[in-house]
């Protein structure tokens, strides 16, 4: 019997790789008939890996871009805040130098109200009633109780302005309530 040669143009297209087989080599280097239905699930396999890579891939660098705008704005919110605090330590050092104005202000002027003060000349604390004339403290009556005076007409003439004593002294001194 004869053999009917047949070109490979001449077969037709199988579209399945079930049943269908090639030839390879193993790891020995032995010669061994390989399954295309083997290599079909293990090239699907290595599809489907590779498109979860690639969309874990892309997760990784929407989270990576989210970190790396994250840190921006944590950078840009830091310098706001380091500006902010050198603003208020500004502030307060302003402050510090106008209390210390304020303070060496109100020790001068104590110093000056304390001047002012050793100057002052006050009558006697007694229960007289003091008129001061030409630079002395003059007794012109003393307070008998808290509403009622009495008064004298015996100072000496020096202290009288013009005419009578009447003139600038009342007879009657009447304190209300």
């Excluded at 510090?96 to 020790?107: C, L, R, S």
């Amino acid at each position: 019997m004869a053999t009917k040669k047949i070109k490979i143009s001449e077969l037709p297209l199988e579209t399945s790789f079930t049943g269908l087989f090639t030839i390879g080599v193993n790891e020995q280097n032995e010669s061994v008939k390989v399954g295309l239905e083997f290599v079909k699930t293990a090239a699907d396999a290595a599809n489907e890996a590779a498109s979860h890579a690639d969309a874990n891939a892309d997760q990784a660098k929407q989270a990576a871009d989210a970190a790396i705008a994250s840190a921006v704005n944590a950078n840009t919110k830091a310098g706001k805040a380091d500006q902010a605090a050198a603003a208020a330590n500004a502030a307060a050092n302003q402050a510090d130098a106008k209390a210390k104005i304020a303070e060496q202000a109100a020790g001068n002027a104590n110093a000056a109200a304390g001047n002012i003060q050793s100057k002052i000349d006050l009558p006697p604390e007694d229960n007289h009633l003091y008129v001061g004339w030409n630079g002395q403290w003059v007794s012109i009556g003393r307070f008998v109780d808290s509403s009622l005076m009495s008064y004298s007409n015996d100072y000496s003439d020096d202290y009288a302005v013009s005419g009578e004593e009447s003139d600038f002294l009342p007879a009657t001194i009447e304190f209300i309530e």
